[in-house]
């Protein structure tokens, strides 16, 4: 059996912008000391999860990333409020989304998806919502009714700005203490 790669394309977030969420962590970590919050520093924004990528492929993805990046360039976005997937009722997953700037991340995403399907990658086929994911829970576990409350209420902030200029190529492996993620490659935007 060929070995393989759990793999992402993403962009990350810069300091000003990760400080800003850091704040956003430490607030609803204080309330919910029990849940396990990011760590601001390795935050990014997922384009595309491609699962787990053969070693002979990885290669290829790298050329599609390049190819994919030369017709894009450089932009940024707004980080704005709160929300859980799969909704604020019922959260598996705390999120920051995106206010200003989703159009540049929509092309890219879809960009990214057209010219990688040559690969036939068993990837994440979800609809698009570009975010910047706070906290998980796991199976059985259950936010708290105030969470819900709060997110269901809170009025949509503006935590900061991101520039573009640059996308990555991650792995990922899971260890103990979370997921540990690598850059395999970094292409600039036009």
Same mark, same amino acid.
């Given at each position: 059996?060929?070995?393989?790669?759990?793999?992402?394309?993403?962009?990350?977030?810069?300091?000003?912008?990760?400080?800003?969420?850091?704040?956003?962590?430490? $607030? @609803?970590?204080?309330?919910?000391?029990?849940?396990?919050?990011?760590?601001?520093?390795? +935050?990014? +924004?997922?384009?595309?999860? =491609?699962?787990?990528?053969?070693?002979?492929?990885?290669? $290829? /993805?790298?050329?599609? =990333? $390049?190819?994919?990046?030369?017709?894009?360039?450089? &932009?940024? &976005? #707004? +980080?704005?409020?709160?929300?859980? &997937?799969?909704?604020?009722?019922?959260?598996?997953?705390?999120?920051?989304?995106?206010? #200003?700037?989703?159009?540049? =991340?929509?092309? =890219?995403?879809?960009? &990214?998806?057209?010219?990688? #399907?040559?690969?036939? +990658?068993?990837?994440?086929?979800?609809?698009?919502?570009?975010?910047?994911?706070?906290?998980?829970?796991?199976?059985? #576990?259950?936010?708290?009714?105030?969470?819900?409350?709060?997110?269901?209420?809170?009025?949509?902030?503006?935590?900061?700005?991101?520039? /573009?200029?640059? /996308?990555?190529?991650?792995?990922?492996?899971?260890?103990?203490?979370?997921?540990?993620?690598?850059? @395999?490659?970094?292409?600039?935007?036009?």
């Amino acid at each position: 059996m060929a070995a393989t790669i759990r793999s992402f394309i993403a962009i990350d977030i810069p300091s000003d912008a990760a400080r800003g969420l850091g704040r956003v962590i430490r $607030r @609803m970590a204080q309330k919910w000391p029990e849940y396990r919050w990011a760590d601001p520093q390795t +935050l990014h +924004l997922t384009l595309n999860f =491609l699962g787990n990528v053969p070693d002979e492929k990885l290669p $290829r /993805v790298c050329e599609i =990333l $390049r190819e994919t990046l030369a017709n894009h360039s450089r &932009f940024s &976005f #707004e +980080l704005q409020g709160l929300g859980a &997937f799969p909704k604020a009722t019922r959260p598996k997953v705390i999120w920051v989304g995106v206010g #200003e700037g989703k159009s540049p =991340l929509s092309r =890219l995403f879809y960009d &990214f998806a057209q010219n990688l #399907e040559e690969l036939r +990658l068993d990837r994440d086929r979800k609809a698009f919502r570009p975010h910047i994911s706070l906290a998980r829970i796991q199976n059985g #576990e259950r936010w708290p009714d105030s969470m819900v409350a709060h997110l269901t209420s809170e009025p949509p902030t503006q935590i900061g700005l991101v520039s /573009v200029d640059e /996308v990555l190529l991650y792995s990922s492996h899971q260890e103990k203490s979370g997921s540990v993620h690598t850059v @395999m490659d970094r292409v600039a935007l036009a």
